[in-house]
């Protein structure tokens, strides 16, 4: 699809009131849940997978709860394109910004570490207005060449510079006499070719991104997660920061990828029905080479 079509239906979709998107919101919820049943096997499959402790019946409730809220992420993506920065303020509250200040207050820059969980798009704007220093947002390039063009132009509104994981090294060589803050979104599931550790992760056998960790120990910041849980006013989120790492050098090989993913773990156990279950997460096993 032309790049010009996809950003006037962005463009188009964005200028409607969140209350009419909530509408929609509603109106997709019973095509996803009760029609096309949008992968729905997968994420009752995760969830089994994930907790073998819980009932067939709350793994259901789960199920429906993360279906109702999923098409709430979808049309609030849809508004990124026009949203204020007043409105993105409102609508993620930072509970504890000072938990970041510090460190660049200490002369460090912050690695950021976040999920797929709440509203990490919106976090994207939050993190960008929060501070003055770059804002480094590292990502996995789409597929689809057109929509992660026109998906990055958004993203970047507020002046956060988009960096494919592969480039990381690079723009922080850049900007090493200047503070920022890079964030990485932890729970992508990486290619083969990318990582070949694997760990415990919601009772899973899991191969996980150790970007971050080397990162943090050539560069010696700190590791700071971002924790973006939903409010009970919908379309409200809340962040509350989390200093996981002060001093990389002094951690073992694996220990803090180890410490991050845990943290995932703990977020996703208190309220599940937030997290991304769509994503086909175990995908790749020690025996796939793909």
């Given at each position: 699809?032309?790049?010009?079509?996809?950003?006037?239906?962005?463009?188009?979709?964005?200028?409607?009131?969140?209350?009419?998107?909530?509408?929609?919101?509603?109106?997709?919820?019973?095509?996803?849940?009760?029609?096309?049943?949008?992968?729905?096997?997968?994420?009752?499959?995760?969830?089994?997978?994930?907790?073998?402790?819980?009932?067939?019946?709350?793994?259901?409730?789960?199920?429906?709860?993360?279906?109702?809220?999923?098409?709430?992420?979808?049309?609030?993506?849809?508004?990124?394109?026009?949203?204020?920065?007043?409105?993105?303020?409102?609508?993620?509250?930072?509970?504890?910004?000072?938990?970041?200040?510090?460190?660049?207050?200490?002369?460090?820059?912050?690695?950021?570490?976040?999920?797929?969980?709440?509203?990490?798009?919106?976090?994207?704007?939050?993190?960008?207005?929060?501070?003055?220093?770059?804002?480094?947002?590292?990502?996995?390039?789409?597929?689809?060449?057109?929509?992660?063009?026109?998906?990055?132009?958004?993203?970047?509104?507020?002046?956060?510079?988009?960096?494919?994981?592969?480039?990381?090294?690079?723009?922080?060589?850049?900007?090493?006499?200047?503070?920022?803050?890079?964030?990485?979104?932890?729970?992508?599931?990486?290619?083969?070719?990318?990582?070949?550790?694997?760990?415990?992760?919601?009772?899973?056998?899991?191969?996980?991104?150790?970007?971050?960790?080397?990162?943090?120990?050539?560069?010696?910041?700190?590791?700071?997660?971002?924790?973006?849980?939903?409010?009970?006013?919908?379309?409200?989120?809340?962040?509350?920061?989390?200093?996981l790492v002060e001093n990389p050098?002094?951690?073992?090989?694996?220990?803090?990828?180890q410490i991050h993913n845990k943290?995932?773990?703990?977020?996703?156990?208190?309220?599940?029905?937030?997290?991304l279950w769509t994503h086909r997460?175990?995908?790749?096993?020690?025996?796939?080479?793909?």
């Amino acid at each position: 699809m032309n790049k010009k079509i996809v950003s006037g239906l962005l463009f188009s979709f964005s200028l409607l009131p969140f209350w009419v998107l909530y509408i929609l919101s509603d109106f997709l919820y019973f095509i996803i849940y009760y029609g096309v049943k949008y992968r729905k096997p997968v994420v009752i499959t995760n969830l089994k997978n994930s907790f073998p402790e819980k009932s067939e019946v709350e793994i259901q409730q789960i199920a429906k709860k993360f279906f109702r809220y999923f098409p709430d992420i979808i049309v609030e993506a849809l508004k990124m394109r026009t949203i204020t920065k007043q409105q993105v303020i409102n609508r993620i509250e930072l509970l504890n910004p000072e938990e970041v200040y510090k460190h660049f207050e200490a002369g460090k820059s912050v690695i950021g570490v976040t999920a797929h969980y709440g509203n990490w798009e919106l976090g994207i704007y939050r993190m960008s207005i929060m501070t003055e220093h770059p804002c480094l947002i590292i990502y996995k390039p789409l597929n689809n060449k057109c929509f992660d063009q026109v998906h990055n132009k958004v993203r970047t509104r507020f002046g956060a510079t988009m960096v494919p994981m592969k480039q990381i090294l690079r723009h922080l060589i850049k900007l090493k006499n200047q503070l920022n803050m890079s964030m990485f979104v932890a729970d992508q599931t990486p290619l083969h070719q990318d990582s070949d550790y694997f760990l415990d992760f919601l009772n899973q056998d899991t191969l996980v991104h150790t970007g971050t960790e080397r990162i943090a120990k050539l560069t010696g910041n700190p590791i700071v997660y971002c924790h973006i849980g939903r409010k009970e006013k919908r379309g409200h989120y809340y962040c509350k920061f989390t200093t996981l790492v002060e001093n990389p050098s002094v951690y073992q090989e694996h220990e803090i990828t180890q410490i991050h993913n845990k943290f995932t773990e703990k977020m996703i156990r208190e309220e599940p029905a937030y997290w991304l279950w769509t994503h086909r997460r175990w995908k790749r096993t020690r025996t796939t080479k793909k």
